[in-house]
């Protein structure tokens, strides 16, 4: 009797732990194992993205985000030299838009192609702006997803023009601009020197003409150079024109910028939605005197913008997708990420929420989100290079020369292309 009790205890006991076994197999993911994507990105951008998390997590219970804060010109050198070796790489990665050539010259080696499955993100490709475009590789691989659009227009003080008795309005072209903004440099303390411009550093003009217009960056979608072309050209006479009339406050610190910007002392900005970030950080008190027109002369630009990317290292590819999909490719998502911002999602859906249909009294009333769309359903991508930086760096000094009235748009841009060409074996 004994021996039947324990052969029946012992068979029950392999039961029991068959049971346990299959059960703990059935369990779902969230109660096995906790999985975290390190997300590679900068301070203030990852502020944003708590925001979305505990909605994200309800959903997701067995997902956390880790964020390796990095400051974004260190993203893409780091991203490209853990890719280069092979390991270290982060799951995901925030790029902005002037480095996403870096990895789309090199097909997207290293990141994950989000054209194919399980991804498919191509059918979600007319839910964005034109810039996706950027991370669209030759061979065709989609390599990130947009999260925000930097198209620009004009911010203007309203009392400033209702003082010199200007109609922001008639600012058709860029020489109406110029013809308004001696108008409004004015000496207001009588000292005999002007404390109060149009623009803060007219250097800003030759970024915001050259770029963008006709989808053109410092080359063509042919790839020639494009740093004589009649775009290029215009855009530094524009610049110089701008500083001969001694409308800009010449300006060239962040720390001048802000002190200006807290005098009221500049009339007008050119940038993106995301500069109401600034005015509600740096002049709160300012609520009703702002407005937003579009850039003059019909000029299409952008200043900023980013893609989020999944690396080809990441062990949890899917578990990243599903982040990416919630955050920056969903109403609901979007709404959180930009809660507490006044910035223009990249994902168009996202621009029937309210907040981006209602009247805003800082802005004395004006809704200035559907000045921004504008610009935005219209910008096309730029054409961006990896060369994008040396670039810069070589034609900087010649745009200086240009300002200080040493050189002619035409020659100055002439011995840039020669030394880029010399430099960069191009």
Request: glycine share 6%.
């Amino acid at each position: 009797m004994i021996t039947k009790v324990s052969k029946f205890l012992k068979i029950l006991s392999y039961m029991i732990i068959t049971v346990i076994l299959v059960s703990v197999d059935l369990l779902p993911t969230s109660a096995a194992e906790t999985i975290t994507l390190n997300y590679m990105i900068q301070q203030a951008s990852a502020e944003y993205v708590k925001e979305c998390l505990p909605s994200f997590y309800k959903e997701h219970p067995n997902i956390r985000i880790n964020f390796i804060i990095t400051p974004n010109p260190e993203i893409p050198i780091k991203l490209l030299t853990s890719l280069a070796a092979g390991t270290g790489a982060p799951d995901l990665a925030m790029i902005d838009i002037a480095a996403i050539a870096r990895f789309t010259s090199r097909d997207g080696v290293g990141l994950v192609n989000l054209a194919e499955a399980p991804y498919n993100a191509r059918k979600l490709k007319e839910n964005y702006v034109p810039m996706i475009e950027a991370a669209i590789t030759k061979s065709g691989k989609l390599l990130g997803i947009p999260t925000d659009s930097g198209a620009m227009a004009m911010f203007y003080r309203r009392d400033l023009f209702a003082q010199a008795g200007v109609d922001p309005n008639s600012i058709k072209s860029w020489d109406d601009y110029i013809a308004i903004g001696k108008k409004l440099t004015r000496d207001i303390n009588g000292d005999g020197e002007p404390d109060q411009w149009m623009i803060t550093d007219p250097r800003v003009l030759f970024d915001t003409i050259r770029t963008y217009q006709n989808g053109a960056g410092y080359f063509d979608k042919q790839g020639n150079l494009t740093l004589t072309s009649p775009r290029t050209i215009k855009a530094l006479e524009v610049m110089k024109a701008v500083r001969d009339a001694k409308i800009d406050a010449n300006i060239t610190t962040d720390a001048e910028a802000n002190a200006a910007l807290k005098k009221g002392a500049v009339a007008t900005y050119l940038s993106a939605m995301w500069f109401d970030v600034f005015l509600h950080m740096y002049v709160p008190d300012t609520s009703g005197k702002w407005g937003v027109i579009p850039l003059p002369s019909n000029t299409l630009s952008a200043l900023g913008g980013s893609f989020v990317v999944i690396t080809e290292q990441s062990k949890y590819k899917e578990e990243a997708w599903e982040f990416v999909k919630y955050v920056y490719a969903t109403t609901e998502g979007v709404g959180l990420l930009l809660g507490k911002i006044l910035a223009l999602p990249a994902y168009k859906p996202a621009w029937k929420l309210p907040r981006y249909n209602e009247p805003m009294p800082f802005y004395g009333g004006q809704n200035i989100a559907k000045v921004f769309m504008e610009v935005a359903r219209k910008l096309p991508a730029a054409v961006h290079s990896p060369y994008d930086f040396d670039i810069t760096d070589i034609v900087r000094p010649y745009v200086e020369e240009v300002l200080k009235g040493t050189m002619n748009p035409r020659e100055a841009m002439q011995r840039a292309t020669d030394e880029v060409k010399r430099k960069l074996k191009l």
